[in-house]
């Protein structure tokens, strides 16, 4: 082992320094946390349409409607709930709620059509809800999801961002839950390792070819949306939300992605096998359903987090102190995002225990993919094989 521990190390350590000094300083949370920078006053506010889509959404529809009804936008709000085949009671949950709040007269609800083909389903919910509205939504669109709670100012800071920074697209990574064991492993790990993916200052840079956004809470220009040719440009797409950005960015739109504690997920996710469940629906379509990127992925998410942990148990001085360095960089990147969610730092050690996990989830979801199951969602297979047998398996 003498002769593949050192350079395995060396290139381990050369590849944290790499994330954490050139990687777009993803991991510094406080440049992109919109909860503490100064709110924008626009000339004016414009009219503005939230589509909610919702489908077997009964345990959190009241609370994130409610939320979104309630905002204290100076602007004209009007708000599109898309049921979409809901089995349980998520559309009259959703009257009673905008019923209690005592503005019944500015939401509808609209139960969506039957799936069409080629459509996944939430883009489809949403594409229901664009056409309803037509050309009474107003400047923006703001696309929010059925299991969010958003704080009161969630949208008059969005659109004063917009407005003063003319912004296209924007969009806020909501806090997601962290309170049992699962959660407080793995949940600040998939924050990590999102904006690993899409660092917030690269998504916002037009040099850049770097688009991302959180599908949970976004905001889009009317005009936007229709230079990239409308929903249908992008109607197959499982991760909705970032092919939104990556379509608008490419239409010659400018974008941002920031963070909020302030409006919260009201999903949680109590055991280890909901929380693969979530990783497993995505992560093989990241990775544009190809075999040899898999194979790649899972073989750098070695390199990277578990090496370092094996070495630094190495009887050899060099080969220690080299893994333990880089596991110290890791730990060192890490630790923002876990006092983020006001987590004790001593989870931050742990981050290679969660990037096994998620590797383990990866293959789960390749794996799913090929017997036809890809992209599971409240009954639905979304990207099945045989809808993708156009793209590159490797």
Known sequence: MAWVALPLTVLSLF??????FFRGAFWQLHAFDDDISKPRVPAEWPRVTAIVPARDEAETIARALTSVLKQDYPGELRVLVVDDHSDDETGRLARAAAERAGVAGRIEILRAAELAPGWTGKMWALQQGIEKVGGKAGKYLWFSDADIEHAPDTLRRLVGRAETHGLDLLSLMVLLQAKSLPEKLLIPAFLYFFLKLYPPQWVADQKSKTAGAAG????????ALER?????????????????ARAVKQSGGVIWLGLTRKSVSLRAYSTFGEIRDLIARTAFTQLGYSTLALTGTLLAMTLTYI???????SGQPVVWRLSLAAWVLMT???????RFYGMSPLWA??????????SYATWLSAVRYWLGKGGQWKGRAQAPARLRAGRSSG
Request: glycine share 6%; with cysteine; aromatic share 18%.
């Open 15 to 20: 590849i944290w320094v790499v994330l954490t």
């Open 216 to 223: 949970g809470c976004i905001l889009m220009k009317r005009e």
């Open 228 to 244: 990239m040719g409308g929903l249908a440009a992008i109607r197959a797409e499982v991760i909705d939300d970032c092919a939104k």
């Open 307 to 313: 090496v370092p942990v094996f070495f630094t148990f």
């Open 332 to 338: 060192f990147t890490y630790l923002s995002t876990v």
């Open 349 to 358: 050690p742990f981050l290679p225990f969660a990037a096994a996990f998620y």
